[in-house]
């Protein structure tokens, strides 16, 4: 019920493409769900984050797309770049009900130059 | 730097050893959350604490951990009689009061059982 699946575990995209990341979950009581960046070494860092009220958000390069009906949600990163490979995980929160963060498996991207 | 504090950033224990991790949130930040991460795997709740209060705990195991977030001073998670399984990597992230607020993660601490 807590759970969010994340795919794909690894992607490698030329400089320039699309970078596209999917998830989905279950609970229908998630109502909050950020992306992170993590780079090695370094502690998740807040990307950007939607809440299902809209179907899509974009900052920059970066967007989210939300399907609530299909509980599915996914990250878009346009003219993907080399400084932009990393691990992204996505997350989910149920508002209010502790605040805790139910995080994907993650995927590690690399952009080839 | 105003951001999550955590130490120390490598932690090295022998099985049966205590491990303590430390956690200084951001400034103005009162919420606390410990999480752990494994080997190519997501992050995986623990605790979240409020200053001198547990919260939430579901996430910790029953035994030998536990986590306190003082009056004064920085959280501590703790690890009593480690155990090979605990290698991981800790994370704690804080967020401001109220809900609906971002958390932002400290840089970890890698702990290492020998």
């Known amino acids: 019920q807590q759970q969010v699946k994340q795919s794909p575990q690894s992607l490698i995209v030329q400089k320039g493409g699309i970078s596209i990341i999917n998830c989905a979950y279950e609970?229908?009581?998630?109502?909050?769900f950020p992306w992170y960046q993590q780079f090695p070494g370094k502690g998740p860092a807040l990307l950007i984050a939607?809440?299902?009220?809209?179907s899509e958000k974009k900052e920059g390069r970066f967007t989210i797309s939300f399907n609530k009906s299909a509980k599915q949600f996914s990250l878009h990163i346009m003219d993907s770049q080399p400084g932009d490979s990393a691990t992204y995980f996505c997350a989910a929160r149920v508002s209010g009900a502790g605040n805790m963060l139910t995080f994907g498996g993650g995927t590690r991207l690399m952009v080839k130059p | 730097n105003a951001g999550v504090m955590q130490n120390p950033r490598h932690l090295v224990r022998r099985r049966g050893q205590e491990a303590r991790l430390r956690c200084s949130p951001m400034k103005g930040h009162s919420h606390v959350y410990w999480y752990r991460q494994l080997p190519e795997e997501g992050l995986k709740f623990m605790v979240y604490?409020?200053?001198?209060?547990?919260?939430?705990e579901s996430g910790m195991p029953k035994e030998r951990f536990s986590a306190e977030f003082p009056k004064e001073g920085p959280s501590i998670l703790r690890i009593q009689q480690v155990v090979r399984g605990d290698s991981a990597a800790y994370f704690c992230?804080?967020?401001?009061?109220?809900?609906?607020?971002?958390?932002?993660f400290g840089d970890g601490t890698r702990l290492s059982i020998l």
């Open positions: 609970n229908t009581a998630f109502d909050y």
């Open positions: 992230a804080s967020s401001p009061r109220g809900i609906n607020q971002p958390q932002h």
């Open positions: 939607i809440r299902p009220d809209v």
């Open positions: 604490l409020q200053k001198e209060n547990i919260i939430d």
